[in-house]
């Protein structure tokens, strides 16, 4: 495996993580998450971190274990039913969690990478989402204004990268690993493989490499 | 067969062949086991790919349903990322999807997602589903397990959406929202509309073409 300018080791990661600071994280039930580079955040010891993704996994897996050792100020996320440590923290006032849609989630993502304002969603019209939120309506039909979001650090998980930094991802672990590449000012994706440029067909990459600032190769478990 | 494995035949039933489907966790996973032989379909699965499928033999890596359980997948699969899942969810592509219910009320509203200071485990895609899917299918028991009413007048629990349920198919019963009433289209074999009446506090009207609900015609011996 060549050593390449992207290519950086876990230890690396340390001189970017603070406290307070806020982590988008790619995976669905841990399925597509960064293992390792969760594990160096939590051996870091930064805490008060703001974690913005699908759901919080369990208390074991994905970025579940942040939550389970109290590192997390605020979540914003779609689902935390798989963790009770999310909600026992949420109803003991320890922690803050921001509900928010599936699929407004991926807009707001995506429009925070992307130089939009906001989307227009009828989700979560005549619902409790919809509090103190603006609501447009257009053609007949409602809709909320949906705010961007970002983040100072983007977490991926990927399959394969070149040595450029384009990233394609394996069946079901892709989920919101692209569109968080797009919404952090710094970006690092864990990988299986790391293969020179020119190895990855041009047209199956999923991921433009001038969006990830760094690769970690994954440690075989 | 039990109430789930009912409700699960009956929905199926539902189904045409080619239509893009999601199924919500739980009762609704049965009902590709009920599919008519002439029926296909595509089921969706709101974590990214169309064509998931049965598990059959060996799992793959990064191969999980939307309940993060290892699953299959059928020739002619393809994944995608979240914003374009939601895309296909929001967009009208998908035909049908059925999900389960704390409460339906009279007016096509549905809650299914929170119970305020017992259960916050979050919407995930169910918002996004029932706002955008063509037909919105809420597979649920009738009552609740003490007995008390789930089709209501109105809903007192948090919203998934407001008007948008397309049916309720439960054990006892069929209900559809024609014009913006819920109408009682079919009962089960043995079922009264004084049972239904029993339990159902919304009020509905019994459509002239209501009739018995289909069930399997050959329940097999266990």
Not at chain 2, 3 to 28: C, H, S, T, Y
Request: proline residues 5%.
């Amino acid at each position: 495996m060549s050593q390449t300018s992207k290519q950086i080791s876990y230890a690396a990661l340390r001189p970017r993580l603070r406290d307070g600071m806020s982590i988008l994280f790619g995976g669905f039930l841990g399925v597509g998450t960064p293992e390792g580079i969760v594990g160096e955040i939590l051996d870091s010891g930064v805490r008060d971190l703001t974690i913005i993704g699908n759901d919080t996994g369990t208390p074991e897996v994905g970025i579940g274990v942040l939550v389970a050792n109290k590192r997390v100020k605020k979540v914003i996320s779609s689902h935390i039913g798989t963790n009770a440590e999310t909600g026992r923290q949420m109803i003991a006032g320890e922690l803050d969690v921001e509900l928010v849609p599936q699929g407004t989630l991926a807009e707001r993502i995506r429009c925070g990478g992307s130089g939009l304002g906001g989307v227009l969603t009828p989700t979560g019209v005549g619902t409790i989402v919809e509090e103190g939120k603006t609501k447009l309506n257009f053609d007949g039909i409602d809709y909320l204004v949906e705010r961007p979001l970002r983040a100072d650090i983007a977490i991926l998980k990927a399959h394969q990268a070149d040595d450029k930094g384009n990233l394609v991802y394996q069946r079901a672990a892709r989920n919101f690993n692209p569109i968080m590449a797009l919404a952090a000012d710094f970006v690092v994706a864990e990988v299986d493989e790391i293969v020179p440029a020119g190895a990855i067909d041009p047209d199956l990459v999923m991921t433009p490499g001038v969006l990830v600032n760094a690769l970690i190769l994954a440690e075989e478990n | 067969m039990d109430a789930k494995n009912l409700i699960a035949f009956r929905v199926a039933q539902e189904m045409k062949d080619g239509d893009v489907v999601n199924l919500g966790i739980g009762l609704p996973t049965l009902v590709p086991d009920y599919l008519p032989e002439d029926v296909h379909i595509t089921l969706q699965s709101e974590n990214g790919f169309l064509g998931l499928g049965p598990l059959n033999g060996k799992t793959l890596p990064n191969l999980v349903n939307a309940g993060g359980k290892p699953c299959g997948m059928v020739p002619g699969t393809a994944f995608f990322d979240s914003a374009m899942s939601f895309c296909i969810i929001r967009g009208g592509h998908v035909d049908v999807t059925v999900l389960g219910g704390l409460q339906v009320d009279q007016e096509g509203n549905l809650a299914n997602w929170m119970v305020p200071g017992k259960m916050i485990p979050g919407m995930g895609g169910a918002m996004d589903l029932v706002t955008g899917a063509k037909n919105v299918i809420v597979a649920m028991e009738h009552a609740t397990k003490e007995g008390g009413a789930k089709i209501l007048k109105r809903c007192t629990l948090p919203l998934t959406a407001a008007k948008k349920v397309s049916a309720i198919i439960t054990e006892l019963a069929v209900f559809r929202f024609i014009d913006g009433k819920l109408v009682l289209t079919e009962t089960a074999p043995g079922v009264t509309l004084d049972d239904i009446r029993a339990r159902t506090e919304a009020e509905f009207v019994v459509s002239p073409e209501c009739c018995e609900m289909e069930t399997p015609r050959e329940v097999q011996p266990v």
